[in-house]
């Protein structure tokens, strides 16, 4: 199946339901658009891995990291709209570009875990994005999905801070959202799930909540990548 097809089966049926402009580029009719969702599945082919030549290899003490497509253009512009214009409807094309990338890079897992945002921004907007993006990336790539974790303190937006100051501003921020969970999480192989990643800090801060639950590995697989 092309990328442009898991796109569609993705979006048709809400397009059916409410009709929309696309996300990426405002054309009408559909919430997002093939070409939008060429973007989105731009990194597809591409060989598993970290390339050389990004400011950073892969951030410790993540096993794997992947995304699907460079956080710019038409995917920074839907990602926006999935965060802040509420447009849930885009979490279906959003996660089948994250469980397609995670397949075409041979990369497993038995678990996902979305990396949570504070209780209170979620409450404020309804809905906790990374966690729509988790539950259709699972259903997608048939691995279960658990809201293991919780972030324990509202922490400053990250874009507007350098490397060092993020890694501060996340570490220690996150925590198991029910101790009793971590008999789900130890011995296993964990694959967190995020929107968009900048340095890595803050899916750093997450897996060391998982592997200090017994977690034995823990990978990644964001929608963008700044940077
Ligand atoms: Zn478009």
Redesign the pocket.
Known sequence: MTSRTLCDLATSLLDMALPAA??????EG?A??P??CGALNVRLGLPAGVPIGLPSALPMPLAQLEWCAPFSG?VRKALHGFKYAGERRLAGPLAAAVAARWKAAGAGGELLVPVPVHAERARRRGYDQAVLLTAEASRRLQLPWLGALERTRNTAPQFDLGRRARRMNVAGAFALRDPSQAARIGGRWVVLVDDVMTTGSTLVACAEALYGAGAVAVSAVTVARER
């Open positions: 696309c996300a990426g580029c405002s054309i559909v997002l658009c070409t939008c038409a």
